[in-house]
């Protein structure tokens, strides 16, 4: 390291001593303070590895310098624990849970067969050459089951296709009905609801050419919208909509004159522009993609946006629009829709609706993964008689799987699906791996460049997080975490002794001691912190040094990562989503925004570094990989306290296996203990040089400290006995973002500023200093009360970044040199 030098008391050296730890049992860890744990110690310049046998519950951030290495600074000792200390035992767990192997892909498309073909459904050919220029050849097990359902008793009578050889199936297609879809993340509902609307605006406009040749095809894009396709979030907005312009472009049937052109698809999303969103609806947009909060205020504010022809509504991921978040609006669509299709059809359009072609009334499509009681909230209003269809071999499809909610006396009545369990795709390989706060971070770096160094094919890497600004850290630190300190520690020197001299002992503002300690070289002023803040936010993506290279950044084999969050500007969003889903490689960083029905290509690794709130993100984000058929990796980070989480897990029947920490060091950071342990202290201590650089690497990082255990506090009522703030160890928490502080001096900034200004409210005689216009000592006007002055100084840990120089200066108040001259004796 090139300034090691400064490392007072973390720098790592060669192990003096190593004890090897003794045999442990299968599936327990070295790492923590059980049976079989290592203790190193890491001194000023030395780091020892010892083995203990005594379990320890973590309880501080415990030094692990021997009291005669300890250096002072103010009376203060200079303490940087190591990472493979006071690390709380891993109980022994079964390696695995539920292991199946060699199991046929679940969500794969059927092989060649004439009678399960797309043209044995009825799809006419030009949408069958549409697909084909989609790489879409045969259908998958839940498009066969649902889409001679979805494509209407008119088509069932033309081409007599069976759907399960079950004679129930064509009385229950007899007339269109709702259809609720479950099936497995990656399975292709998408192509499962929209091909059945456009074969049928298809047909609608060539229905009156069959009759009568002087008789026009049916193409008034005036009839307003007829199809509203509802998703949760914008960018699966974006993806539906992709995915239907790309069906639309039919190819011209030569010697007909089939209008196709009237058909047009189109988009209203929150973060885009209402004004051109009107002009679009004003002009007709059959088939519209929406997100539920902006089709709301369409449907509230804007007058042209006409629905009263609507004949499909499909709630894309419809557990989660019907999730408490969105009730209320879905609330409210649904009932705007229905007062406005009860409206009579306009009488020009009134005998083109009459065709068979068209629903008789508003078919309502639910689809997702995750699918179970979710759908009562809708059914009997609106959803009418719903068919239940599941799309894989397990759910026992055939028969049972097409079954309407009314009847009570059925196994499969829907409100009898509760225990219905969610399977991931057979091909997953899933994992998990039980890591102690302290290590997170170095586990997560070391899995990461692992996968790119193994990387062999194009590929890539989503990892979620449970808030934004844990996004926001992790991005920062891996696109700039790598490369050397922007500042030449060396050049502040004389800043640093500058801040030692002129410290303020009587100031408690644990605020301004961070403020201030930072080199005074390295402050900015509010515009150019600004500008470097929107510049990092412009960017779609970064290049990694770090995850791909070594600990000083040399590497030419620098990973680009990027990130999705809701807090991100909508062009931001959008930008991210199109490049990461283009490019061949690469690591995402996002929240849950990006769980729910993306289909970015080539991902091949799932990293749940932060665990789900919920059982159903669970399915949901690992689903992002193992589509269609191929292969994918889903990996997911435990505390050593969230073990309870496997029984849920496999009560779910997961087939996930246990991988321990060391062998995720080991294999990344050198084979030996001595060797990954040092090196993983090392990278730590490179991060956490990193985020004490700069100001706003340390707000960063406490504001994602706080935000993420905020978000743990929302798990589901169900695993609160496992995700308990109460269990977290907030101290051994603040290492996985780079932070040294100990949890107390870690100050939510929002709540700071709060507490200050209550403070200055209460101030005796505030009130009369303003009206007076107070007059400061320098005799100018101030309109602000007197304020104390700041303190110059900083706590211990954030010293650990000065040489032993700087340290030996020891304490400078009287109290403190007799705390030190007392520690000392
Ligand atoms: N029959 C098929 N043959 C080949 N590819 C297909 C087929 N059906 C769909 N696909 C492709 O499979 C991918 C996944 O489809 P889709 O996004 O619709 O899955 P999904 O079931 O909706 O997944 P999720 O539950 O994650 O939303 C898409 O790229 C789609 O184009």
């Not at 035992?89 to 695995?96: D, K, R």
């Not at 993100?617 to 994918?632: C, E, M, S, W």
């Amino acid at each position: 390291m090139d300034d090691d030098s400064f490392m007072l008391n973390f720098a790592p050296a060669k192990p003096k001593a190593i004890k090897k730890a003794p045999s442990k049992p299968e599936g327990s860890s070295t790492i923590g303070g059980s049976t079989t744990a290592t203790t190193t110690k890491t001194k000023a310049a030395t780091t020892t590895t010892n083995v203990s046998t005594t379990p320890k519950e973590p309880t501080t951030d415990e030094t692990s310098a021997s009291a005669n290495s300890i250096k002072h600074l103010h009376g203060k000792a200079q303490i940087q624990s190591s990472l493979f200390t006071s690390n709380p035992a891993i109980q022994n767990e079964s390696s695995s849970i539920n292991t199946k192997s060699d199991q046929l892909p679940s969500n794969a498309p059927g092989a060649a067969d004439d009678t399960h073909s797309f043209a044995a459904m009825g799809l006419c050919t030009e949408l069958i050459q549409a697909l084909s220029k989609m790489n879409v050849q045969q259908p998958t097990l839940v498009q066969r089951r649902a889409l001679p359902l979805l494509l209407g008793p008119a088509q069932h009578q033309q081409t007599a296709y069976d759907l399960t050889n079950n004679s129930n199936t064509t009385k229950k297609s007899a007339s269109d009905v709702d259809v609720v879809v479950q099936a497995q993340t990656g399975s292709g509902k998408t192509l499962t609801y929209l091909l059945p609307i456009v074969q049928r605006l298809v047909a609608a406009s060539t229905y009156h050419t069959e009759k009568s040749t002087s008789s026009a095809a049916f193409g008034d894009r005036t009839i307003g919208t007829v199809a509203i396709i509802l998703t949760p979030t914008r960018e699966l907005a974006q993806q539906v909509t992709a995915v239907l312009q790309q069906l639309l472009q039919l190819p011209r049937a030569t010697g007909d004159y089939r209008r196709h052109h009237w058909m047009v698809a189109g988009m209203v999303m929150g973060g885009d522009s209402k004004a051109k969103e009107k002009a679009r609806l004003r002009k007709g947009v059959n088939l519209l993609v929406s997100t539920p909060g902006r089709l709301l205020d369409h449907l509230e504010n804007t007058k042209s946006f006409d629905i009263r022809h609507l004949k499909w509504l499909v709630l894309d991921e419809a557990d989660r629009l019907l999730d408490l978040g969105f009730e209320e609006t879905l609330k409210k669509i649904m009932d705007l829709i229905k007062e406005r299709t009860a409206q009579p059809p306009q009488t020009n359009f009134r005998q083109h609706l009459q065709s068979k072609v068209w629903p008789k009334s508003r078919q309502t499509i639910l689809c997702s993964a995750t699918l179970r009681d979710d759908v009562k909230h809708l059914a009997g209003t609106a959803l009418v008689d719903p068919v239940f269809v599941r799309g894989s071999e397990q759910d026992n499809g055939s028969l049972s799987a097409l079954d309407t909610a009314k009847n009570d006396d059925d196994d499969d009545h829907m409100d009898d699906d509760d225990d219905t369990k969610f399977t991931t795709p057979n091909q997953l390989n899933q994992t998990y791996t039980i890591t102690p706060a302290k290590l997170r971070l170095v586990t997560l770096t070391a899995m990461l460049q692992q996968w790119v160094k193994d990387k062999t094919k194009a590929s890539k890497v989503i990892v979620f997080f449970s808030c934004c600004d844990s996004v926001d850290f992790h991005y920062d630190l891996f696109a700039n975490g790598g490369k050397p300190l922007k500042s030449d520690l060396d050049e502040d020197k004389d800043d640093l002794l500058a801040i030692l001299d002129n410290h303020d002992d009587d100031d408690d503002d644990e605020d301004s001691k961070q403020r201030n300690y930072y080199p005074q070289k390295n402050k900015k002023t509010r515009k150019e912190r600004q500008e470097e803040h929107d510049e990092f936010r412009r960017q779609p993506s970064q290049v990694s040094a770090l995850l791909g290279g070594d600990l000083q950044g040399n590497s030419d084999n620098g990973v680009s990562v990027y990130r999705l969050h809701g807090d991100l500007e909508q062009h931001i969003r959008t930008s991210t989503f199109s490049t990461f889903s283009e490019a061949s490689s690469g690591v995402l960083l996002c929240t849950d925004v990006a769980a729910r029905g993306l289909d970015l290509p080539n991902v091949d690794c799932i990293i749940q570094y932060d665990p789900p709130t919920d059982m159903k993100d669970y399915v949901h984000r690992v689903g992002r990989t193992a589509r269609l058929g191929k292969a994918g990796e889903a990996r997911l980070f435990l505390l050593p306290s969230e073990m309870d989480y496997l029984p849920i897990l496999k009560a779910q029947g997961m087939n996930i296996r246990s991988v321990t920490v060391e062998s995720i060091l080991a294999n990344s950071f050198g084979k030996m203990q001595h060797v990954y342990e040092t090196k993983a202290q090392e990278y730590q201590n490179q991060l956490e040089r990193y985020v004490l650089s700069e100001e706003e690497h340390v707000m960063l990082a406490r504001k994602a400290f706080w935000s993420s255990v905020r978000a743990y506090a929302t798990h589901a009522a169900s695993e609160k006995h496992v995700f308990h703030v109460k269990k977290l160890h907030l101290g051994h928490l603040a290492k996985s973002f780079a932070l040294r502080e100990a949890p107390s001096h870690l100050q939510d900034p929002n709540k700071l500023q709060k507490k200050k200004d209550a403070k200055q409210d209460r101030m005796p005689g505030k009130q009369k200093l303003l009206d007076k216009g107070n007059k400061s000592k320098h005799g100018k006007n101030d309109t602000k009360p007197p304020q104390k002055k700041r303190k110059q100084y900083d706590h211990a840990d954030e010293f650990a970044i000065a040489t032993a120089d700087y340290m030996t200066g020891g304490p400078t108040t009287k109290k403190k040199k007799k705390a030190m001259m007392n520690a000392k004796a």
